[in-house]
């Protein structure tokens, strides 16, 4: 059974900063994409960033780029999420997810994602 352990979520204010952390297997944090969804009440899961296996690219979200940063911590087998200038909009429960991509066209796609961590809530106030 594969565990991804989300951390990092909490209240805050709007313009406010948080960051997300994931632990992962040494063997899937090594050799898979890393990435993270997020899902609103009554919304569907959706994507909002993903690391490719040797941090090398990175991808976003248009609602979230250049505000949010993905990134891998190797010494911890850790994927972070560094979020600035938060918005009410990003409120949500953010979801870890490690997957093969095939092909980077497919980043966004929850389908490519075989594990996932159990989530963390993330509430922005306005």
């Known amino acids: 059974q594969v565990q991804l352990v989300e951390s990092g979520g909490g209240l805050v204010q709007a313009g406010g900063s948080l960051r997300l952390s994931c632990a992962a297997p040494?063997?899937?944090?090594?050799?898979?994409?890393m990435g993270w969804f997020r899902q609103a009440p009554g919304k569907e899961r959706r994507f909002v960033a993903a690391?490719?296996?040797?941090?090398?690219?990175?991808y976003y979200a248009d609602s979230v780029k250049g505000r949010f940063t993905i990134s891998r911590d190797k010494s911890k087998n850790t994927v972070l999420l560094q979020m600035h200038s938060l918005k009410f909009d990003d409120t949500a429960v953010y979801y870890c997810?490690?997957?093969?991509?095939?092909?980077?066209?497919?980043?966004?796609?929850?389908?490519?994602?075989?594990?996932w961590g159990q989530g963390t809530q993330v509430t922005v106030s306005s």
């Open positions: 690391i490719n296996w040797a941090g090398t690219s990175v």
């Open positions: 997810a490690a997957g093969v991509v095939v092909a980077d066209t497919d980043v966004t796609d929850i389908d490519e994602y075989n594990y």
């Open positions: 040494g063997r899937i944090f090594s050799t898979y994409y």
